[in-house]
């Protein structure tokens, strides 16, 4: 059972343009929701993150929109670059329970093309 | 955020042998975890190192496998025992402080068994 679900698989932008990731989860419990930004050949790295306590979270180019009532979230790259060119993936724990462990999704390819 | 030195960064291993891979964080951290990733595809988690006990193993990965330590809080090995082809993937520590300060991954060590 894939718990949260990413789309689309990959995507396409031109530079300057809106990169938009879409993930919808299924567990209520969640309540911290990260992306992360992977490189070829390099570990995964935490790019933003939010709780279900907000709906927006802004870091420079980068915005999370949190709908807890749809269980949906996104990441929006604003004036996306070249260099924003990596996989991305969303996430989900809960702070409950014994650890915190990350449920990920399958992951989005971003390219921006010059 | 603590940061990870993860070693080896690749190997190529003969089958039926064994590899333990190393994950040592500069700080001191709450939780340990392993993880697999196929290239390009989303990571899943092996299990869960807690320190001074025997490691949670997610369904489907078990200990006679992948054996886990975790002597200390900075410090945590994998074994990939009895290696397969099948075996080849990329292999990812990750730490975390708590969720206020998020996970953090290794570069990862690039598994091929021949």
């Known amino acids: 059972q894939q718990q949260v679900k990413q789309s689309p698989q990959s995507l396409i932008v031109q530079k300057g343009g809106i990169s938009i990731i879409n993930c919808a989860y299924e567990?209520?419990?969640?309540?911290?929701f990260p992306w992360y930004q992977q490189f070829p050949g390099k570990g995964p790295a935490l790019l933003i993150a939010?709780?279900?306590?907000?709906s927006e979270k802004k870091e420079g180019r980068f915005t999370i929109s949190f709908n807890k009532s749809a269980k949906q979230f996104s990441l929006h790259i604003m004036d996306s670059q070249p260099g924003d060119s990596a996989t991305y993936f969303c996430?989900?724990?809960?702070?409950?329970?014994?650890?915190?462990?990350?449920?990920f999704g399958k992951g989005t390819l971003l390219t921006v093309n010059p | 955020s603590a940061v990870i030195s993860q070693k080896p960064s690749r190997d190529i291993c003969q089958r039926g042998t064994s590899l333990t891979i190393q994950c040592q964080v500069d700080?001191?951290?709450?939780?340990m975890f392993w993880y697999r990733q196929q290239p390009g595809q989303s990571l899943t988690l092996i299990a869960t190192?807690?320190?001074?006990?025997?490691?949670?193993?997610e369904s489907g990965f078990v200990i006679d496998k992948f054996p886990i330590s975790r002597p200390n809080l900075t410090f945590s090995t994998l074994t990939v025992s009895n290696m397969s082809p099948e075996d080849s993937s990329i292999y990812l520590c990750?730490?975390?402080?708590?969720?206020?300060?998020?996970?953090?991954f290794g570069s990862g060590t690039r598994l091929t068994v021949v």
């Open positions: 990750s730490a975390s402080q708590g969720l206020a300060r998020g996970y953090t």
């Open positions: 567990n209520t419990a969640f309540d911290y």
């Open positions: 939010i709780r279900p306590d907000v």
């Open positions: 996430a989900a724990s809960r702070s409950g329970g014994s650890n915190y462990k990350l449920t």
């Open positions: 700080s001191q951290v709450t939780m």
């Open positions: 190192a807690n320190q001074g006990s025997e490691a949670t193993y």
